[in-house]
């Protein structure tokens, strides 16, 4: 009798639990409301079924199937009402003419204020950027046209995009701002190194995000911070060709606001212009704090700056820098970062001189030179005494603190 009412009691807890996983999901296939592969544009007949999506009480899966899919442009907003899936199991294509953008100030694909969403299907998002690559000229032109990004993640919470690539977007592959509880997992991004302005992801604005598992190259960033960032953890990423993983660049915006809590762990850095870097610009307006920064256990190869800390950040010569830079970076730790560097200086530590780097702490660095190693093989340290402690290879400053 005791075991029957245990039993009872156990199932009257799980029979709710129960119930709902058992309640079927309700799949809105594209290709069933009159989509078709390699034919029309597929954004009417997607934004009708999100939005029956949306409108459902249980939870609901939006599928593209297999197949090639014309996508001109799309704009998937929420509210959801229940748990919501977009999987991705064919190949969605852009326009590779980017003047022919519907709205030219937007994104291709926007998704916006969803709360218990998912991307998956092991499909592609294709933003047939090599036209528009060759058309940029940002770097020296301040009227050149907007380009779309490929994924515009904004607003969203209790998210996981797994198991899709994005491909040769025209812009930056993906963003997440103003999100809360993201995860990125075996999320692949395909671009050359020469994609000009293709970030991998932007982050920006967040808490609690984690990218894991994910394989990045492009032409820029394989992962770039922005300002407000909270609590990020990177791990197990394969990044190159690219820039690296970069906290910035930030200073030019006097409301940007602090960034804390970011850890780049186990991952691995192949033939990209640098591995972790932290870049602010001097003569920029910004007080904010970055702090609390973590990068472990990186594995370096062919790269050409492993760890750089640029204070000094002026690319173009768009600044001046007569003014040193006003951001405080603090709390910084270096462990365990091994393989190999294809600069003289492995490791840059270039901080501001009105505001010091503080409680920089550098450990178990072992980088060698691609080729025989120079006699000059080392790292630059400007405004900063980090305390060092393990194997240091190159020497760690030339008057660094040793760790007790």
């Given at each position: ?69 014309y996508l ?31 709205q030219k ?274 790292t630059v ?24």
């Amino acid at each position: 009798m005791e075991i029957k009412l245990i039993f009872s009691a156990v199932l009257l807890v799980f029979l709710p639990f129960l119930a709902y996983h058992a309640e079927a999901v309700t799949i809105f296939d594209i290709s069933k409301y009159g989509a078709k592969p390699g034919g029309d544009d597929i954004s009417p007949v997607l934004a009708k079924v999100w939005k029956e999506a949306c409108e459902a009480t249980n939870a609901s899966k939006v599928l593209i199937p297999k197949g090639t899919w014309y996508l001109s442009q799309i704009r998937l907003v929420g509210p959801n009402k229940a748990p919501l899936e977009l999987e991705v199991q064919g190949t969605v294509e852009a326009n590779p003419d980017y003047t022919k953008l519907p709205q030219k100030d937007g994104q291709w694909i926007t998704i916006n204020y969803l709360d218990g969403f998912t991307i998956s299907g092991g499909g592609v998002f294709d933003g047939k950027g090599e036209q528009a690559w060759k058309a940029n000229d940002c770097h020296k032109n301040p009227n050149c046209p907007k380009l779309p990004i490929n994924l515009s993640l904004n607003f969203i919470k209790n998210a996981i995009i797994k198991d899709v690539t994005t491909k040769d977007s025209k812009n930056f592959h993906c963003n997440c701002i103003s999100s809360q509880n993201v995860t990125f997992q075996r999320f692949t991004i395909s671009a050359p190194g020469e994609s000009i302005n293709t970030d991998g992801i932007h982050i920006a604005r967040v808490s609690n995000v984690k990218v894991l598992d994910s394989d990045i190259g492009t032409g820029d960033d394989c992962i770039s911070i922005g300002d407000e960032t909270t609590d990020l953890h990177i791990e197990n990423v394969k990044c190159g060709p690219g820039h690296g993983i970069s906290v910035g660049s930030m200073g030019k915006n006097p409301a940007e606001k602090d960034v804390t809590g970011i850890t780049v762990k186990k991952c691995t850095f192949t033939g990209t212009s640098n591995g972790v870097r932290v870049k602010t610009w001097p003569n920029a307006p910004a007080t904010l704090k970055i702090s609390n920064l973590h990068f472990e256990d990186l594995t370096m190869n062919n790269v050409s700056y492993p760890v750089v800390i640029d204070q000094q950040y002026c690319p173009w010569n768009l600044c001046t820098k007569d003014k040193p830079s006003l951001i405080q970076i603090s709390g910084l730790t270096v462990k365990n970062v091994r393989g190999t560097a294809n600069t003289k200086e492995a490791l840059l530590f270039s901080c501001s001189s009105s505001k010091p780097c503080q409680d920089v702490q550098i450990s178990d660095i072992d980088l060698k030179y691609v080729n025989s190693i120079p006699a000059n093989f080392t790292t630059v340290c400007e405004n900063v005494k980090p305390t060092v402690s393990g194997k240091q290879i190159p020497p760690i400053c030339p008057t660094p603190v040793q760790a007790s």
